[in-house]
């Protein structure tokens, strides 16, 4: 049983460091994105904007 208490605690570990480097390569591609086109136009692409609703559901 404790066994199984480890694997289960060390696969939920593995998941939140998942959701969090996700999140940060979204947020960083975001910000690529925002910089690319800010050199652009002043309006935010719709890449950069789906980007960023990934960022936010991903570090709820």
Known sequence: ???QNAITEIKDG???VTKS???LRAGFE???VRG???M???TPSLSA???EVEFL???R
């Open 49 to 51: 904007t789906w980007l």
């Open 1 to 3: 049983m404790a066994m």
């Open 36 to 38: 690319e086109t800010t």
């Open 21 to 23: 480097v996700l999140a």
């Open 40 to 42: 652009m136009t002043t």
């Open 14 to 16: 593995l998941d939140k």
């Open 57 to 59: 559901q991903a570090t």
């Open 30 to 32: 975001a910000k690529k």
